[in-house]
């Protein structure tokens, strides 16, 4: 085997910027780089994407290879496949990062058959071993424990990895490196896809969950899609959002979009609610980084209390209820008290 | 397009794997593969909404459904079970020496099944599957033949010949129109797969409606299969190290219990 | 072009099989169509089988049928709150020859009586409801379950159930009323075998069957039943949904009283329930029947309301499978006749008799109204109870005659001496 040098990542750019998850992956990819000793490029086709390059450094890539091409403006899967694969093969890199977008699943899964490799999905972390390959470590079948995945043979090792799995990284313009511009050879058969149409969805259904501060999510221990409006219940009184546990969406419970957990969204609330959910490593991943986590099962021997901040032990049927019952008491009597603090002017307030 | 067939239409396979049924998933501590024994099983719910969308594709444009699965012989269940609803044969692909396989070999082996049925127009998979989750073997599939691929896709049309597919991306739904032959990946729950039907099962029962396939009938040498032909190993499995919390856990009656726990999360000022 | 075949049968408990069984080997291509996800998963009894049809329907069936106990041992038990006064037969003849009659659990007996049915060359499908029948000019041409998913055949045999839809789609019955409906339920009790083997006194492959009267169901009109299976016991009721109504009494409390009964727990003491199931039970007997075959399509089993509930007989299975076998050899007849013709299958009525399927029903067609007297299930055991007491209980005080006790207790209940008299005449010829 050549000697492969080099940890990369994908770049993804959409509407004129770097996809989040790509630059959290500098930042682990920096992270990586740095233990093995070696550098870290990040890879950018597009379209009039130059100063996404300079951010790119900014974070911690010590060069980016550039591909500009009209072509490439919107991601297709054959062109970006042809430049990660013809670059692949003039650099010989030990690692790609993908962060695991629609389009980075889309791109690594392609790309790993047409190189010959492996790539490990949704990893939750990495590490380099004595023998410096990649550990590319993610939670194993089974829900209670963690799988050391490795590529030993095959080059390069390719991992993806899902949003806010790894922080933002910080922006350092005194940071510097090098953009180099490199053009790869297309065919037009790289080019038989055309986007025909395209509709914005509203962002706040997809982005519900990722951005609310307290969040009330469901399990399998619900028993029933119609339990869930106790969640929402819960949810609105608390002025949260409700989410879930992968069962209750392969159950088609509830959407894709409100899964929490390796393969679903990872989420940092202030306060996680965990309601008839046995705590596997899977969903865990998703959630353990929340400020307050409180659970909620009938199950002392459940896992999520080992992670849980405070916990009920109980049946949920009885526990949601009262919950509801002593937060609409608890409002009630605040809203009571308004009055007397909000006394007309001149007037002396209650004696 | 099975002009030369005599028939009009297209001929489309749908990849599908059996896994277990939406519960509880077991590793074998030895291989540190899956437990596939003792469990009961479906057909990967995203490959029924791809089964589902080939069915409706064949109904408004006339054609031919095949389906291919890769594992042991109890796949066959899957695969009877998807001629019952509808489609028209059954392959599976099958041999000890594919136990292990990860996406690479799988991907590659289902590659090599679909050239051997032949004059393939489109391939349907589902997005991904329930239990191992990568979404990596259908554009695997499409990397291993050169050929368009359209992942993530709620609705399929063709339309003058050409492939169209609506992607549902994070930010929204974008159609992208590709010529055939193509991959198809399929969006989870974007249809309800349809039941079994009596004429399917008669069909079934009177057999002959599924060919099994070793890895020698493919051409693939066992050093591109199984655990030998995986870029990827499981090198070891840990148990996990949680981050120590609190854990203050209360048992009482859930009145009592409730009334605390509100209390402590208001003192600590996460809620209201 | 829909799929083809000379009978489909719907339905694949015992009628069904059988049914099938016949059809195939008289070399009808035949489709027996089962909505559970296997035969008998859905099908509930008491507890016995009479073994007299399957000497003629699988004559070595003694080889490999999944019996639980051949019972030997029959009991009548009449119950108050917590007194039993019973009468126990005993005997190794209740067993041999065509008088056998075994304890099954119907998923183990029907998914056999099915197989023999495959094997002798039905198609078996199962986890398919059959919707409707498919007509044409008023003649059954076949099933429906879709639209686009019908299979065709020129005879259709209906062995649905108690529940059976399809028959009144054919327009051959209908709906059941409350006063033609009981609910049958029933629970499962694990015990070890030699538990059971030495509280019922029985040998390691015997078995008993016990019928209770009174308490049992609460005064209502119905009965207990009790029978030994290999490692469980199966304790239930028949009550008419009528007087449940009337009384505002759910079934599971009925049941659940019985099996609290001192009597009853001394039987399942360390016992493990593990099963509770319900089912309708259509009483009456011939009186209820519907038109038993039509244009293309016949009606066989519990679908055709062939039971017998005289209350101390309890017979479904054996007259379902007889019936089964019945409209297997109409259909034959029928064949050589020229056709499924309403006519043609007027067979069926003349091969019922001959099985004595019909017969039997007739015979005890007298047994349903004679089981409404409420007497029989509140008055009468507790009088036997009442007077065993007295007879039995030796305390030192004068003795009196059995026959002024007998009088004196019927008095004291309220029962006229002619209502006496009557009841046991009426009671002796409906026997």
Not at chain 2, 27 to 55: H, W
Not at chain 2, 58 to 86: C, N, Q, W, Y
Not at chain 3, 101 to 126: C, N, P, Q, V, Y
Request: net charge neutral; hydrophobic share 45%; charged share 25%.
């Amino acid at each position: 085997m050549a000697a492969h040098k080099g940890i990369w990542v994908f770049l993804e750019a959409r509407n004129g910027s770097l996809r989040d998850v790509s630059l959290q992956l500098i930042g682990e990819a920096r992270r990586i780089a740095d233990k093995r000793g070696t550098e870290l490029t990040g890879i950018l086709p597009g379209w009039k994407v130059e100063s996404l390059a300079r951010i790119a450094i900014e974070c911690g890539c010590d060069q980016v290879f550039l591909v500009e091409d009209a072509r490439l403006e919107f991601y297709t899967s054959r062109p970006f496949t042809k430049v990660m694969a013809a670059l692949r093969w003039k650099y010989h890199p030990e690692v790609i990062l993908f962060g695991a977008s629609k389009n980075g699943r889309d791109l690594g899964g392609r790309l790993h058959a047409a190189i010959d490799t492996g790539l490990a999905a949704d990893c939750v972390r990495f590490d380099v071993t004595e023998e410096g390959f990649l550990d590319m470590i993610r939670p194993a079948f089974g829900g209670k424990s963690l799988a050391h995945i490795h590529c030993e043979e095959h080059r390069p090792q390719m991992a993806s990895a899902r949003w806010n799995v790894f922080p933002m990284p910080k922006r350092d313009p005194a940071r510097t490196g090098e953009v180099v511009r490199e053009t790869v050879a297309f065919e037009d058969s790289d080019f038989d896809t055309r986007i025909v149409d395209f509709r914005a969805t509203e962002s706040h259904e997809t982005r519900k969950i990722d951005d609310a501060k307290i969040l009330v999510s469901g399990g399998f221990g619900l028993g029933d899609p119609k339990n869930f409006a106790l969640l929402e219940e819960f949810a609105s009184l608390l002025g949260g959002a409700v989410a879930s546990s992968r069962k209750p969406v392969d159950l088609g419970w509830v959407p894709k979009a409100l899964q929490v957990g390796q393969t679903g969204k990872t989420v940092r609330p202030d306060l996680y609610i965990a309601v008839g959910i046995s705590g596997a490593v899977q969903h865990l991943a998703g959630m353990q980084e929340a400020a307050k986590i409180v659970a909620i099962n009938n199950d002392p021997k459940a896992a999520i209390f080992e992670i849980a901040d405070y916990g009920i032990v109980g049946d949920l049927f009885q526990v949601l209820p009262e919950a509801i019952r002593q937060l609409k008491a608890f409002k009630a009597q605040a809203g009571a008290a308004l009055p007397r603090e909000a006394a007309p002017e001149g007037r002396p307030s209650g004696a | 397009m099975m002009e030369s067939a005599g028939k009009k239409g297209i001929r489309i396979v749908v990849c599908i794997k059996q896994v277990p049924k939406a519960q509880e998933l077991q590793v074998d501590p030895v291989t540190k593969t899956l437990k596939r024994v003792g469990v009961p099983s479906e057909i990967n719910p995203p490959d029924q909404n791809a089964l589902e969308m080939a069915l409706a594709l064949r109904e408004k444009h006339g054609g031919e459904i095949v389906v291919i699965s890769m594992g042991p012989t109890s796949f066959d269940e899957s695969l009877e079970r998807a001629i019952a609803m509808g489609a028209d044969r059954g392959f599976l692909v099958t041999d000890r020496n594919l136990g292990g396989s990860d996406t690479v070999p799988t991907a590659l082996t289902l590659e090599r099944a679909i050239e051997k049925v032949g004059q393939v127009d489109l391939v349907l998979c589902g997005e991904e599957t329930t239990d191992a989750s990568t979404g990596h073997v259908g554009p695997g599939i499409a990397g291993h033949m050169d050929i368009p691929q359209i992942t993530y896709c709620s609705a399929v049309d063709l339309v003058d010949g050409r492939v169209r597919g609506v992607r549902m991306i994070e930010d929204g739904a974008e159609t992208w129109e590709v010529p055939m032959p193509c991959v198809v990946t399929v969006d989870f729950g974007c249809n309800n797969p349809r039941q079994p039907t009596l004429t399917g099962k008669i069909r079934v029962k009177r057999g002959g409606l599924i060919t099994h396939w070793s890895a020698a009938d493919l051409g693939l040498e066992p050093s591109q299969i199984g655990l030998k032909g995986s870029p990827t190993i499981v090198a070891k499995v840990d148990t996990v190290q949680l981050p120590s919390r609190q854990g203050k856990i209360f048992e009482e009656e859930p009145a009592i219990a409730v009334s605390l726990l509100l209390e402590s999360l208001r003192k600590d000022k996460v809620i209201p | 072009m829909a799929e083809r075949f000379d009978a489909i049968v719907v339905g694949a408990g015992p009628a069904g099989s059988a049914a099938a069984l016949t059809l195939a080997r008289k070399k009808f291509s035949v489709l027996l169509v089962e909505r559970g996800r296997a035969p008998g998963q859905k099908n509930m009894f008491g507890g016995r089988i009479y073994a007299w049809p399957l000497f003629d329907l699988v004559p070595d069936w003694q080889k490999d049928c999944p019996v639980e106990r051949l019972v030997t041992k029959e009991s009548l038990a009449f119950l108050t709150e917590d007194a039993s006064l019973g009468l126990a037969f005993d005997s190794p003849r209740l067993a041999e020859g065509k008088a056998a009659s075994f304890t099954a659990l119907r998923a183990k007996f029907d998914a056999w009586l099915a197989k023999k049915a495959e094997d002798a060359g039905a198609m078996l499908i199962t986890g398919i409801r059959v919707d409707d029948l498919w007509r044409e000019d008023g003649r059954v041409k076949g099933v429906y379950v879709a639209p686009n998913d019908r299979v065709a055949a020129d005879l259709v045999v209906i062995a649905e159930g108690a529940t059976s839809t399809l028959v009144r789609k054919a327009g051959l019955k209908a709906d059941l009323e409350p006063r033609e409906v009981s609910i049958g339920v029933k629970e499962t009790i694990e015990l070890p075998p030699e538990t059971i083997q030495e509280r019922f006194s029985l040998g390691e492959k015997e078995g008993a069957a016990t019928v209770y009267a009174g308490y049992a169901s609460l005064g209502l009109r119905g009965g207990g039943f009790l029978y030994t299976n290999k490692a469980s016991i199966s304790l239930g009721l028949v009550i008419s949904s009528e007087d449940l109504a009337r009384k505002k009494l759910e079934v599971q409390d009925v049941q659940t009283k019985f099996r609290m009964h001192p009597a009853i727990q001394k039987l399942l003491k360390g016992g493990k329930l593990t099963e509770y199931s319900a089912h309708l039970v259509p009483e009456l007997g011939r009186r209820m029947m519907p038109q038993l075959a039509g244009d293309g399509v016949l009606v066989a089993g519990d679908s055709a309301g062939f039971l017998i509930n005289n209350g101390y007989t309890f017979r479904g299975v054996d007259l379902a499978m007889a019936s089964g076998m019945a409209a297997g050899e109409a259909a034959d007849a029928a064949r050589s006749a020229g056709g499924m013709t309403a006519a043609n299958l007027a067979a069926y009525e003349r091969s019922l008799r001959a099985h004595n399927v019909l017969t039997d029903l007739e015979a005890f067609a007298r047994a349903p109204l004679y089981l409404k007297n409420e007497r029989l299930f509140d008055v009468y055991p507790r009088l036997l109870i009442d007077l065993a007491e007295r007879v039995y209980r030796v305390d030192g005080t004068a003795r009196e005659r059995l026959v002024d006790t007998v009088l004196k207790e019927a008095n004291a209940s309220g029962v006229s001496k002619l209502a006496l008299l009557m009841d046991l005449l009426r009671g002796a010829r409906s026997m």
